[in-house]
């Protein structure tokens, strides 16, 4: 059974409840499985593996290459409290392949702490650095945080981007407490979901927590569910059908560098057929279309973003309320954001992000 994020809930509420008391192994950590604290970033609960972005109904139903990434974690993060100076964690990988030619290992399959003190801003504290086989453990210390200062501190936890796990735990001395997070701030409780193409998914973002989706999350304090497929955003009517099982605060549609082969009428359609599912089942949510990021437009939108332009423009002209266009051209400033020409560094997602966020500051009217 699917079941969709609810009103002042954050996707993917916890698959199980607290257990009891964690496993103590010696005088190492006192681990807890990440299941038992708060997890995000899972728009269904009813999955096939662990840390799956897809429901396990869509097995069968999406195209093979959606189902296999749709097994990769890229933007579930675990938040909790702790009132310890260290944290401890250990993941153990789906896939041995670690690193791609363009994409660091950090990024691809190692795991990204931040930590806050109240409502202060997330700091980075520490990756996880896969260094070959499947299973790995980091420890990170969060004194810079807590400044001395007594009182719990919370962390938030961001999965492999290109990779998926098989089990998630996180540690602190036995003395010290670990507990799951409290729920987002009044009115931040719904998600923001992106659907779209490898950019979205996170490539290649030295770590998970610099693909512009987390960096997003982060200035919004907003809980963000990434459905990003690589080279498989190509906006699938069944796709679009499991995107409007969901219940967002704004949906954020950049599929393009995977469409831009496309007759334009069949993107055209595409973008109909998308933009009429979601609104029939959510009649207010914000949709917002993003447009081709490019290093060479000199300002202009390539052709695939007027195309798509168009398309919403005939929506809105039909009478469809709600639909909004960010221009691609102003995703990336000048030529040194990328790894290859098309996809981001830590550079090029900052550069989305600070194109994306006053939009969606907008859409989102102030916190809703």
């Not at 962390?155 to 089990?167: D, E, H, M, R």
Request: with cysteine; net charge neutral.
């Amino acid at each position: 059974m699917v079941m969709a994020i609810s009103t002042g809930l954050c996707a993917a509420l916890m698959l199980c409840g607290v257990c009891g008391d964690a496993a103590v192994q010696g005088d190492g950590p006192r681990w807890r499985p990440a299941h038992e604290l708060t997890m995000e970033g899972m728009g269904w609960t009813a999955v096939a593996e662990p840390f799956s972005r897809l429901p396990a109904s869509a097995h069968g139903r999406v195209p093979e290459s959606v189902w296999g990434l749709g097994r990769h974690s890229a933007g579930v993060a675990v938040r909790f409290v702790t009132n310890s100076p260290t944290v401890s964690v250990r993941w153990k990988l789906l896939e041995g392949e670690l690193a791609m030619p363009h994409m660091p290992a950090t990024g691809v399959s190692g795991v990204d702490l931040y930590a806050r003190r109240g409502n202060g801003p997330w700091t980075f504290v520490q990756n996880g650095r896969p260094a070959g086989g499947l299973s790995h453990e980091t420890r990170a210390g969060l004194e810079a945080v807590m400044q001395g200062k007594a009182g719990p501190i919370e962390c938030l936890l961001y999965l492999p981007l290109y990779n998926g796990c098989k089990s998630v735990e996180v540690g602190v001395p036995s003395d010290k407490s670990l507990d799951p997070a409290p729920e987002r701030p009044a009115g931040r409780g719904r998600p923001v979901v992106f659907y779209g193409t490898s950019i979205v998914q996170g490539g290649c973002a030295s770590r998970p927590g610099m693909a512009h989706t987390a960096i997003l999350g982060r200035r919004l304090d907003r809980c963000v569910i990434n459905l990003g497929f690589s080279g498989s955003g190509r906006m699938e009517a069944v796709v679009a059908d499991l995107l409007a099982e969901l219940d967002p605060a704004v949906y954020v549609i950049d599929c393009l560098w995977n469409m831009a082969g496309m007759p334009d009428a069949e993107t055209a359609e595409k973008v109909t057929y998308l933009a009429k599912a979601l609104r029939k089942a959510h009649p207010s949510a914000p949709i917002l279309f993003v447009g081709q990021s490019n290093i060479h437009s000199g300002g202009k939108e390539s052709h695939a973003s007027q195309v798509q332009a168009q398309a919403v423009a005939a929506l809105k002209q039909a009478g469809m309320t709600g639909l909004h266009v960010a221009p691609g051209a102003a995703l990336l400033r000048g030529d040194e954001g990328t790894v290859d020409g098309v996809h981001p560094t830590d550079l090029g997602f900052v550069q989305h992000a600070d194109a994306l966020e006053p939009l969606l500051r907008k859409l989102l009217g102030g916190g809703r």
